[in-house]
Structure formats: structure tokens, C-alpha cells
């Protein structure tokens, strides 16, 4: 079996993003529904993920195993029908990242950010 490298998977995360369900207003079914706000979710994948690396709270490997893929999936279904460019797509990540760790306790975000890693697999 062949193995996709990160290119390869964030390619097929963006395809995949790209063919969300639309509403007649041209929002995704999850944004028209308010499901989650998958700006909100990337951000707190990476807060966790800065954490970790910090060691400002406990490692976890098998968060850390599926949260770049989780991260650039509420990344995708955040931007792509948005038409956000990638780089402002990453920037306001970064800046959605900082307000978190600033204002809420990093077992918080990790708990946050792990209900994002599981709602990830079902973005459509």
C-alpha cells in the first residue's frame, strides 16, 4: 500500500473540504446549522498542540497522532467555502490560538480540542 506524505493528505483534506454539502445561500450544512466552529476548533487543536510541546500540560500521543490531521480538516471546512487564502487562513488560526491560551486553562483547551479531534472525522 502506497502512503499519502502530509502534502498529499492536506491536498485530499482540502478536496474533500471543497465538496461540503451547500445550502441554497452557499454555506456549508454545518455553518448554516452552527454545528461548530471549525476556526474555533483548528485553533484549539494547535493550542493544545503548543501546550504539549511546552509542557505546560501532559503529553498526549494519540491526540497529538490525529490532531494535524483534525486540525486541517476544521481548517478546510473553515476556509475553502469562505474562499480564504491559505496564509490569512494560518494568521487567523494563530491569532484564534493566542486568545485561547490567554484566556482559558490549558486542561481546558486539551479537553476542547480532543472533542474537536473526534468531531473532525465527520466533516463532510
Known amino acids: 500500500m502506497r502512503q499519502i506524505g ?7 483534506l482540502m478536496l474533500m473540504a471543497a ?4 445550502t441554497p445561500d452557499n454555506q456549508t450544512v454545518e455553518a448554516k446549522a452552527g454545528v461548530m ?8 487543536i494547535s493550542a493544545a498542540d503548543h501546550l504539549m510541546n511546552s509542557g505546560n500540560v501532559p503529553n498526549d500521543p494519540a491526540f497529538r497522532q490525529a490532531a494535524l490531521v ?13 474562499r480564504i487564502a491559505e496564509k490569512d487562513a ?11 491560551i490567554g484566556e482559558i486553562p490549558g486542561e481546558q483547551i486539551v479537553e ?12 463532510r
Open 112 to 123: 476542547q480540542a480532543k472533542a474537536c479531534v473526534a468531531r473532525a472525522g465527520t466533516i
Open 19 to 22: 465538496c461540503s454539502p451547500q
Open 37 to 44: 466552529d471549525h476556526l474555533r476548533c483548528a485553533a484549539l
Open 90 to 100: 494560518f494568521a487567523a488560526v494563530d491569532r484564534e490560538r493566542a486568545r485561547i
Open 70 to 82: 483534525a486540525g486541517m480538516t476544521h481548517l478546510n471546512a473553515h476556509a475553502i467555502p469562505a
Open 6 to 12: 502530509v502534502c498529499g493528505m492536506a491536498t485530499a
